[in-house]
């Protein structure tokens, strides 16, 4: 107990009680010192509820007995089971008070509990630093403008707000927010899923490594320079990072997903899927040649072209002026890169030499801007027009083709069964003039034929059961190779799982060294940890030991217990063996029956002893709990608190009657 007591000191002092060096244990508690000392755990853990009560006793016997029972209703409201009421603090018991005291002490917020319900990390010190600077600065008063300090005007003033705009920022190949150069890549990647833009870019061959580092040392100016108002510089970088973090994640799922399914590399699975992605390009660049014939015999320069030549060959721009229904980026950026301006022509410049001088009026060049651009939006809708007629003959002449090119497959399909059936009737025919004869040798071709077939069966059955041994040991031993590969593809699973999941416990943990790290630094350190436990391992050690000692005792008793009883039932059955011989040689012999009557005297006298013994034994026990109860109401103050009982009762007794002194007074 005095290990407990120390803690509880200890833990009181903490929370503002005072307590004297002197006082070492709760019996020295006093009614004073107890009340404030709940009264102090009553504030830190509720404080509107401990707020309300002084920490001191009153000095009138009415107002102190208030005092207890509001104590004591505080208390039964925080959830204390035990017996409580005035008496618990006015004429208190050690048992009592250590009890309602480690019940307040248990009830104390504790900075680790705190700590471990937030969430660990730099987040989490960087919102604890934020609330501490927010508690900070509304701690300050509210001042007028007018006479606000220069703090004051920093911390009290309306500061600028900007919107979030984000805009693309151009960057070095690879490197985003953390990450290495990685080589091949574009200078400014896209966003867009499983590598297009790489894709592209491998296509076209547009920049080459050189050229790239070049740019990016040379000409890209630096991310904080690229967006047109600084305040966008961090709403940029922020959705940067995010494109990027889920790109990773879509990365890494579908690698889980479907990746690991197909047992390849993640340079194979992507090279797979640039293939298919280049398949797909081709099949709908054949569809536009088949959509438009006419465009499939236009020439080709080189033997690789690039995605220009390819569009303008299957179903681009021809010279006649028609363009394709819909362009794509790349093309559109393309043409309006590369395509040289053509030659104005004699009619153009007879148009320019028209136009109107500078002494125009400004009306009219507006009236003749509008007319044109009338007649280029009337040109613009009537190629529309023309286009979409285009489309739907397109459309129909393929619908017309794919039904020609069903018919004449039929049509095949019935020419090739009609010339066979033509064929074996010519045969026939050919046959029916010398008819017996051919049915001689068709008979001899039978049975040769049919002897053969019998000749092939039996070698086909001498080669067919080693070749089906072997198919059905070939498919076992696949199917095993196949429950092998699925096993270890879950194990792959499961191991990536088990290293996601080591890697976030990695990095929770790493978050919560810092923060306990930083935690630590903040606490004082003239506090002795070492004490505190050096003390709680000599608790643990002297509870061990009586654990030892208590395991030994029972031990003990058990073996008492069990070698009492075989005692017991050796006895019994010693007499029961000795009565039944002595009981025979009694019927014959006078002095064999005195012995029996002896025997049966001391078989009474030793039951009773025992029975004494255990009575004795019962009657001890029973002394020692008196005793013990004893010691509990000598611990309890009852003649201490009597005495103080009837000083109350007579300090009530005065009060009282000076109160009705006071009455007829009045």
Known sequence: MEEVDRILIHSLRQTGTEIGEDVESVKQFSSELIVEAVVRCLRVIDPPLGNGLPPSLPPGMSARFRLGMSLAQACQDLGYKGEIGYQTFLYSSEPEIRSLLMFLVEKLPRASTEASDQPAGKSALLQQAIAAQIKAQLALPWVPPACRLPLLCQTQSAGVSDAFRSLALSLPPAQGLGKPPVKGQSVCPSVYPD????????????????????????????????????????????????????????????????????????????????????????????????????????????????????????????????????????????????????????????????????????????????????????????????????????????????????????RELGNSEKEDSVRVKKQTIDLLPDAENNLDKLQT???????????????????????????????????????????????????????????????????????????????????????????????????????????????????????????????????????????KDAKRDESVRKSYKYLAALHENCTQLIQTIEDTGTIMREIRDLEEQIETENGKKTVSNLEKILEDYKAIRQENSALAAKIREA
């Open 195 to 410: 590598g297009a833009s790489e894709q592209l870019a491998d296509r076209v061959n547009f920049h080459s490594n050189a050229e790239v580092a070049d740019y990016c040392r040379d000409f890209l100016p630096p991310v904080t320079a690229q967006p047109s108002q600084h305040a966008s510089v961090p709403a940029s970088l922020l959705e940067r990072h995010a494109l990027e973090l889920s790109a990773a994640q879509e990365w890494e799922n579908e690698w889980n997903s479907q990746g690991l399914l197909t047992r390849l590399s993640p340079e194979g699975y992507r090279s797979r899927k640039r293939a298919r992605l280049r398949k797909r390009i081709e099949e709908q660049l054949r569809s536009a040649s088949q959509a438009r014939p006419s465009a499939q015999h236009a020439p080709r320069t080189g033997p690789d072209p690039d995605l220009t030549q390819l569009l303008q060959a299957f179903g681009g721009a021809t010279p006649g002026g028609d363009v394709l229904a819909k362009g794509t980026r790349f093309t559109h950026t393309e043409k309006f890169t590369f395509t040289q301006e053509p030659e104005p022509s004699g009619q153009q410049m007879a148009v320019a030499s028209a136009m109107p001088s500078s002494r125009q009026s400004e009306e009219a060049l507006l009236a003749q801007q509008q007319d044109e651009l009338q007649a280029l939006q009337q040109q613009l809708q009537q190629l529309a027009l023309r286009t979409e007629g285009v489309c739907g003959d397109i459309k129909q002449l393929t619908v017309s083709i794919t039904q020609v090119s069903d018919e004449v497959k039929r």
């Open 445 to 583: 071709l039978v049975e040769s034929s049919a002897k053969r077939v019998v000749s092939l069966a039996s070698q086909w059955e001498k080669h067919r059961a080693p070749l089906i041994e072997e198919h059905r040991r070939l498919k076992e031993l696949c199917s095993n190779r196949e429950l092998q590969s699925s096993r270890k593809l879950s194990e792959i699973k499961d191991l990536h799982d088990k290293i996601r999941q080591s890697a976030d416990e990695a990095k929770k943990k790493e978050g919560l060294h810092k923060q306990l790290v930083t935690e630590f630094e903040n606490l004082p350190k003239d506090v002795s940890r070492s004490a505190y436990t050096q003390r709680i391992l000599e608790i643990v050690g002297n509870i061990r030991k009586q654990k030892e000692e208590i395991t030994k005792i029972l031990s003990d008793t058990k073996e008492l217990q069990k070698e009492i009883n075989s005692l017991t039932g050796k006895l019994d059955r010693t007499f029961a063996v000795t009565d039944e011989l002595v009981f």
